[in-house]
Nanobody, 124 residues
Framework: VHLVESGGGLVQAAGSLRLSCPAS????????MAWFRQCPGKEREFAAA????????YYADSVKGRFTISRSNAKNTVYLQMNSLKPEDTAVYYC??????????????????WGQGTQVTVSS
């Protein structure tokens, strides 16, 4: 399984970015997908998740209303649209996959597959 994030970069506060994560080695429609983020010296934290068929989405309170997770099973890709970015959104963003989103989707340890991460930096 191979996940590769892209779309990160440097943006000013209030700006937008769209992250993409194509998956290979798995049939994405059978996997829940998520985005986590991590700042230096801190634990990896949950940002958003989407169920296998895209019918349900979940968000951390810190990003709710600003970030939108979506997926294209035809393209085996998950996206994270980030609007109204804040300096505190600065982090390395990782996409993750597992066979069923389940109840503990916010815990990084429950996700089986990870990408290498993409840096997002928001300047004030």
């Amino acid at each position: 399984v191979h996940l590769v994030e892209s779309g990160g970069g440097l943006v000013q506060a209030a700006g937008s970015l769209r992250l993409s994560c194509p998956a290979s080695g798995l049939t994405s429609r059978r996997y829940g997908m998520a985005w986590f983020r991590q700042c230096p010296g801190k634990e990896r934290e949950f940002a958003a998740a989407i169920t296998e068929n895209g019918g349900n989405t979940y968000y951390a309170d810190s990003v709710k209303g600003r970030f939108t997770i979506s997926r294209s099973n035809a393209k085996n890709t998950v996206y994270l649209q980030m609007n109204s970015l804040k300096p505190e959104d600065t982090a390395v963003y990782y996409c993750a996959a597992k066979t069923h989103v389940g109840s503990y989707f916010y815990q990084a340890t429950t996700w089986n597959y990870w990408g290498q991460g993409t840096q997002v930096t928001v300047s004030s």
